[in-house]
């Protein structure tokens, strides 16, 4: 769509703990475009003494109208997070641009199959592709491979737990074993599996996870060109 | 010690490039004039340094697209690109 | 438009007879890079003055160490608006590495491993202002902070610090660096607030 992009004044309307670290942000944004899945939003907040700090974060939600939800990970020594996860409510006012980011998408159009690999907080736009699936009644086969460090981290769990089916889920565990008797540990190769035909990728989590998720993808035979990836920030800004 | 990954890639500019572009940049195609690889927009890896990016060729680490947001306007520089193809709405 | 987030005040800034304006200070050492950290091996590493008339003078590593060090404790300050006060270095004073470099020249051009470059008058490398450091906090400074050597010019935003530096070139006209070239501020005064061209 070719048209100037904007900052809005989003109304929370409503605000959801996920985790102990992280909360969802229901949000009405009243000249909403619509949007796709995989694709973020920006966040600005401005103090009283004009400083502002922006930060992106991905649009956790299948389109529905002028609503959306983003999933905010308080980071430890954050700056903007910890102000969205423990400050904001309900009535208040965000400022945002968005939707970009055009090319991490899911289009429900399509009827190829579609692996998802999520690192942590990576999970967000990728449930979001989830999500979208089962919205529009898609009957693509999914299937989301999902690394956290416990059940406890993992975003959406229950949600998760009762994916309909040709929605595949499985949960990787770094520092316990998984709810189905996977040992802990970091992802491997056969976490992730040969693919069986053509197969549309996206990865998204931090840097070094995407960068180690898309090895390990291209090494088993998946097509490096329907791999599409989205890294987090390591160091620098939390 | 591990290895440090201090960069993100280039959906990251999708806002930031709002200003400037009135499409989405990051399906772009580019052309790192250092070594070819052609890489679209969101596949560069990108160094933030407060609201300074540089996005480097995934090959070869020359940047390939520059941009900051200063107090007057942005300013970008795309020497490190052969060329910038934009995919539009026929 | 603006919407004021009630609540929202971001980091602690100054100023204060220490904080520059527009500045919080931080406790850590947060680590940007404007590309990925170059491996440098010591016995390849040199470091090069290179004069208006084309004149080098190179030091490699153990040439540099020879040389009288010193133990600067300073304040630091980002353009990204962290501040790091009481910082301590080790290394070579910039005056004693230019001491016998003939030059007309007033502004000076920093190169990187890596290619990054900044560009700041030479008087601001003189009188005491600048080093060479290897040593951070007692130790050797670790290549993601710029090891194994890095320009330190503390009264200027750190971008003017240039990480794994390799060598100086000393010109007639002032020619902008890495990120002056994309609207950053030709001197880069904290005290000035002086962040972007314009400022």
Redesign the interface.
């Known amino acids: 769509?070719?048209?100037?992009?904007a900052?809005q004044?989003a109304r929370v309307l409503e605000t959801r703990p996920e985790t102990a670290t992280a909360r969802t942000l229901v949000l009405d944004v009243p000249e909403w475009p619509g949007h796709l899945a995989g694709q973020?939003?920006?966040v600005r907040?401005?103090?009283?003494?004009g400083?502002r700090?922006?930060r992106?974060y991905s649009i956790a939600s299948a389109p529905d109208g002028s609503r959306i939800a983003i999933t905010v990970q308080r980071l430890p020594?954050g700056?903007v997070s910890p102000?969205l996860v423990d400050?904001v409510s309900v009535g208040?006012?965000?400022?945002l641009?968005?939707p970009?980011?055009?090319?991490?998408v899911w289009e429900p159009s399509s009827r190829i199959p579609v692996l998802l690999v999520a690192g942590g907080s990576g999970s967000v736009p990728l449930i979001a592709m989830l999500r979208a699936r089962i919205a529009t009644g898609s009957t693509a086969r999914f299937r989301l491979i999902y690394s956290a460090r416990t059940l406890a981290d993992v975003l959406h769990a229950d949600e998760l737990a009762a994916a309909p089916e040709g929605v595949g889920v499985d949960l990787v565990l770094t520092r316990e074993e998984s709810p189905s008797g996977r040992p802990a540990g970091r992802l491997r190769l056969d976490d992730l599996g040969r693919p069986r035909g053509p197969v549309d990728v996206y990865v998204c989590g931090?840097?070094?996870f995407v960068?180690s998720a898309a090895t390990m993808l291209v090494t088993l035979g998946y097509d490096e060109a329907r791999i599409?990836?989205?890294?987090?920030?390591?160091?620098?800004?939390p | 010690m591990?290895?440090?990954?201090?960069?993100?890639?280039?959906?990251?500019l999708?806002?930031?490039l709002?200003?400037v572009f009135?499409?989405?940049i990051?399906?772009a195609s580019t052309s790192c004039i250092g070594c070819g690889r052609r890489s679209?927009?969101?596949?560069l890896h990108v160094y933030?340094?407060g609201e300074g990016y540089v996005a480097r060729c995934p090959g070869c680490q020359d940047p390939v697209l520059r941009y900051a947001r200063t107090s007057t306007g942005g300013v970008l520089d795309l020497r490190g690109t052969l060329s910038l193809q934009v995919p539009?709405?026929g | 438009?603006?919407?004021?987030?009630?609540?929202?005040?971001?980091?602690r800034?100054g100023p204060s007879d220490r904080i520059p304006p527009?500045q919080y200070a931080t406790e850590?050492f947060?680590?940007?890079s404007a590309g990925p950290t170059p491996n440098i091996h010591l016995d390849r590493w040199a470091f090069t003055i290179t004069t208006e008339a084309g004149v080098e003078h190179t030091w490699s590593w153990d040439e540099l160490q020879a040389l009288p060090h010193e133990t600067p404790t300073v304040d630091i300050h980002c353009v990204?608006t962290w501040s790091k006060l009481d910082t301590s270095w080790e290394g070579v004073s910039l005056d004693v590495l230019l001491e016998d470099v003939e030059t007309a020249a007033d502004y000076a051009l920093v190169h990187s491993y890596g290619g990054y470059t900044t560009n700041l008058p030479l008087d601001d490398l003189l009188e005491g202002q600048a080093w060479v450091v290897f040593g951070y906090e007692g130790g050797p400074l670790a290549p993601e902070h710029g090891g194994p050597a890095r320009l330190l010019v503390p009264h200027l935003y750190f971008w003017k610090s240039a990480k794994w530096v390799r060598g100086i070139q000393l010109l007639l006209q002032d020619e902008p660096g890495f990120w002056e070239t994309l609207g950053y501020h030709e001197y880069g005064d904290p005290w000035r607030e002086q962040r972007y061209a314009g400022d």
């Open positions: 769509m070719v048209r100037r992009l900052w004044a973020h939003v920006d907040l401005t103090a009283e003494d400083y700090a922006m992106s020594d700056e102000y400050g208040d006012r965000l400022e641009r968005g970009v980011g055009g090319w991490f931090p840097t070094g960068e599409r990836t989205e890294r987090f920030g390591g160091g620098g800004r | 591990t290895t440090q990954h201090e960069y993100v890639d280039g959906n990251r999708a806002g930031p709002a200003d009135a499409v989405d990051t399906a679209v927009v969101a596949q933030v340094v539009l709405p | 438009m603006s919407i004021v987030n009630p609540g929202f005040f971001g980091r800034r527009g850590e947060p680590v940007l990204t």
